[in-house]
Each structure stands twice: as structure tokens, then as C-alpha cells.
């Protein structure tokens, strides 16, 4: 096993692919608001749903350290490590689900829990501190991920990934509205939401991606998953502007 500590691949922001071709989005340019919102719904609920037995090999590839091809970042302790060290094990790295599953109770079914729009690689040990927790600002220093900080009702990821945090969310609230027997799944501005199908906290989330933006991690990851699994995109990587188009 190897347990490197290359931080995020760990991109540098200032090496960014280009743009995404606005093609994709061509009926979302020019709205704003709630039209917005609903026309990107619409584009990005156009997708591939997987198996959720086929995400260890799909992060494989989408959380593949920049920097050694032999290995899979994981999310929370920034920890590059041996991409088939997956499992159950002290050590090992399993599927972390950014919006987690209990906050709409979707467990693995095919959309939003295996959707690898939010899904990384993480920490087993790690993993389990963070639970169901929200996000928000705050907490004692976690002994595995020193750069995380967590209480009983948050948990605050490392500065380096905040920003991922927060677009992987608004991906979600926007994929995920209810239709097809499908949650409706909404940020709000709480902590402690539990078993609901909401997830906080917005206004530090909007924070967060303001000042974390965008890398070369995130869009390779964004087009791999576009390109090899799921065929769709989260626009809040390829147009984060629209962040505050729609949560303003």
C-alpha cells in the first residue's frame, strides 16, 4: 500500500484544461434564477445512471492523483494512496458520498446513490467521522484528517477542497428534483438535517466556492465522468458563475 501525501494531485489552479464547449448548455445561456435552475435540470438529468458496483473502478479513474497514476486521492485527508487499496480495512479507502445517503434516504439506487458526480474516494476510518453530517465552519481538529475539523451536528473539510464540496452539492440540488421517483433534494441554511433531503450549510457552501475555485483536478474529473461514464456534466465547474445566478 502506498500513503503518500500529495496534496489534491494536488492541482494547480492556474494549469486549467479549457473551457467546455457551451454547446452542451446552449438553453441555459441567458436565463437566471429559477429558469436557470430548471433548464439545467433538465440538460444534466440527460445521463448514464450506474451500477453501484461499477463505482470502485469508476473512481479509479475520476479521483486519479495528477501525479502518480498508480494512485486515487482521497477527499478528505488529502492522502494520495494505492488506487486498488479499496475495502473495508483500517487504512483502505471506500466510496464517500458528498450528499450523504440518509439526507433522502436513496441508499445505492441507481441515480443519486451512485451518481459519481458526488461520490470520491475517502478514508475508510475518515469516512465514518464524517457520517451524515453537514457542512459548516467549526470543530476539533480530526486525528486522521488534520486539515478537517468536525462537531456534532458539522464537519469542515480541508481549504484545499471546499469549493469541490460546495459545486458537488449544488450539482445535486439542481440534478435532483423530485421527478421519476426520484428525491428533491434542497440546501438550506441548517445544520442537524438528518434524515430529511436537505443539506447545509448554503451560506458557508457559497462562501466555500468563492474561495476555493475551480482546478485541474475538478475538470479532468468533470470530464471523465462526462466522457467514459455518465455523460452528463456539473455545470458549476464549467460555468461557476451560475452559482449566483441561481442561490442569490
Not at 43 to 62: F, G, H, M, N, V
Not at 154 to 167: L, M
Request: hydrophobic share 25%.
Amino acid at each position: 500500500m502506498t500513503l503518500g501525501c500529495s496534496i489534491q494531485g494536488l492541482s494547480n489552479k492556474n494549469n486549467l484544461p479549457k473551457k467546455h464547449d457551451d454547446t452542451y448548455y446552449k438553453n441555459a445561456i441567458g436565463k437566471t434564477g429559477m429558469d436557470l435552475k430548471r433548464e439545467l435540470n433538465s440538460i444534466i438529468s440527460k445521463q448514464e445512471k450506474l451500477p453501484y458496483k461499477y463505482i470502485w473502478s469508476a473512481l479509479r479513474d475520476t479521483d486519479e492523483d495528477l501525479n502518480n497514476a498508480d494512485n486515487v486521492i482521497l477527499l478528505y485527508t488529502e492522502r494520495s494512496q494505492d488506487k486498488f487499496s479499496n475495502g473495508s480495512n483500517n487504512n483502505d479507502w471506500n466510496r464517500e458520498h458528498v450528499w450523504p445517503q440518509s439526507h433522502g434516504k436513496f441508499g445505492t439506487t441507481k441515480g443519486p446513490g451512485t451518481d459519481l458526480h458526488h461520490i470520491r474516494a475517502a478514508d475508510v476510518s475518515v469516512n465514518s467521522s464524517r457520517g451524515n453530517l453537514d457542512f459548516d465552519n467549526g470543530g476539533k481538529m480530526h486525528t486522521e484528517a488534520t486539515n478537517s475539523q468536525f462537531d456534532n451536528d458539522s464537519w469542515e473539510p480541508p481549504d484545499s477542497v471546499k469549493g469541490d464540496i460546495a459545486r458537488m452539492l449544488f450539482y445535486m440540488s439542481v440534478r435532483y428534483e423530485g421527478e421519476n421517483n426520484e428525491p428533491d433534494l434542497e440546501l438550506n441554511d441548517s445544520v442537524n438535517n438528518n434524515s430529511t433531503p436537505y443539506m447545509g450549510k448554503l451560506s458557508v457552501l457559497l462562501k466555500w466556492h468563492q474561495q476555493d475555485p475551480v482546478d485541474s483536478f475538478e475538470r479532468k474529473r468533470n470530464n471523465i465522468i462526462f466522457n467514459k461514464y455518465q455523460h452528463n456534466r456539473n455545470p458549476f465547474i464549467d460555468r461557476p458563475e451560475w452559482v449566483n445566478e441561481i442561490w442569490r
